[in-house]
């Protein structure tokens, strides 16, 4: 019953505890670029080995694009662009990461079936409200040659205007959601830092020396934090996804049992010495230690990204953790129990069966198996469990 999708959330997590990633060594020499963009000024440091291919305005919506030298606009392989949205800042119900679900939109539209997105550490940008994710497409309808696609997006909402900062990498297509690494793309999004939004200054021409005269004490800042923050212990981004990959197994398969159960423990000839379906399944010392290890470890990195990142970036993972266990094991549990009453009835005395026998038991077959012992050995208070009690 596990997804893969249960992966990918564990990145974000992952990504999410680690915090700002270190900057870059040795950039020093990075060129600035300075974009006059309607009402304001957009700077940030150019990734070395791209070059301009395309600038354009077109009423109330300017675009600059740059690709790896030797690419083409038609044919490249990674793409770095700036977008302007003019006048859209007005509008206070417009939020940053109001714009970047319709980018993303865009892009599930395109790729209905191999579409992901994850979501970053937003930047911090002098005083502007900004948003951070990373969407893909494993497969882009219609592409010659056929290929996926994986886009960095950064949302600026300016004075007047909303302003993208784009980072996009093209791979061989593949009929499954991307994976996506967010340490690599928490990485560029440390290398497109610092952004700066500046106002323009009348008459002054490029290279715009009021928004750029500050731009080398802002890099400096943000490679001495790096250097600061990696001295702090690494986050294990591996063991963060196989934990919460095995915790959302786990719950999964508890509310499928608990489904189950809410239908069949009232039929007779169901039940076992008086025990309903799940109170059967959880008895069994690894199921309740492993869903008791579940339970702790969702906890504790829930306090860890509230604490990191507030409780609104904790309360939309736990929101998209819970609603996969509910769509996966309700859904497997409605399969199961569809039919007449009396195919239901005979549903319910088999599964019963099967959880009696052991059959839904979680043991060293199941892949997670391992991540469950170490995370069961590791959040008992007494630094040991009972996992390996039959």
Not at 215 to 228: I, P
């Amino acid at each position: 019953m596990a997804s893969r999708r249960w992966t990918a959330t564990g990145m974000a997590l992952a990504a999410v505890l680690a915090g700002a990633p270190r900057a870059r060594a040795g950039d020093q020499d990075t060129v600035v670029a300075v974009m006059p963009v309607f009402s304001q000024l957009v700077a940030w440091p150019m990734p070395s080995g791209f070059a301009r291919v395309n600038e354009e305005t077109h009423a109330n919506d300017y675009l600059f694009e740059a690709v790896r030298e030797g690419d083409t606009l038609a044919d490249w392989s990674q793409m770095v662009s700036l977008t302007g949205a003019a006048g859209l800042a007005d509008y206070p119900q417009v939020t940053p990461r109001d714009f970047a679900t319709r980018l993303a939109a865009s892009f599930k539209q395109t790729c209905p079936d191999s579409y992901y997105g994850i979501e970053l550490k937003a930047p911090i940008v002098d005083d502007y409200p900004t948003y951070a994710a990373v969407a893909g497409c494993g497969a882009v309808p219609g592409s010659k040659p056929a290929h996926g696609e994986t886009t960095l997006i950064v949302v600026i909402k300016g004075a007047h205007d909303y302003y993208t900062l784009q980072w996009s990498e093209r791979k061989p297509a593949q009929s499954e959601p991307p994976r996506i690494d967010a340490a690599l793309w928490s990485q560029r999004l440390a290398t497109l830092m610092p952004i700066q939004v500046c106002d323009r200054v009348a008459g002054e021409a490029p290279p715009y020396p009021s928004c750029t005269s500050s731009f080398a004490a802002k890099r400096n800042a943000l490679t001495q934090r790096a250097s600061t923050a990696g001295k702090e212990p690494a986050i294990d981004s591996n063991a963060v996804e196989a934990g919460w990959e095995a915790t959302g197994f786990t719950l999964t398969l508890q509310h499928y049992l608990s489904a189950l159960a809410s239908t069949c423990d009232s039929l007779p000839g169901v039940s076992v010495d008086g025990k309903g379906i799940f109170d059967m399944w959880q008895e069994r010392a690894r199921n309740g230690v492993f869903l008791d290890a579940s339970r702790m470890y969702q906890t504790t990195l829930l306090v860890a990204v509230q604490n990191s990142s507030g409780k609104q970036a904790a309360d939309r993972i736990l929101a998209g953790q819970m609603a996969l266990v509910h769509q996966q094991g309700d859904g497997e549990a409605a399969k199961l129990l569809a039919g007449t009453p009396a195919q239901v009835a005979e549903t319910c005395r088999r599964a019963a069966a099967h959880v009696t026998a052991g059959e839904y038991d979680i043991t060293e077959k199941l892949p997670v198996y391992a991540t469950l012992d170490r995370m069961a050995r590791d959040l008992a208070p007494d630094g040991d469990s009972d996992a390996g009690a039959p």
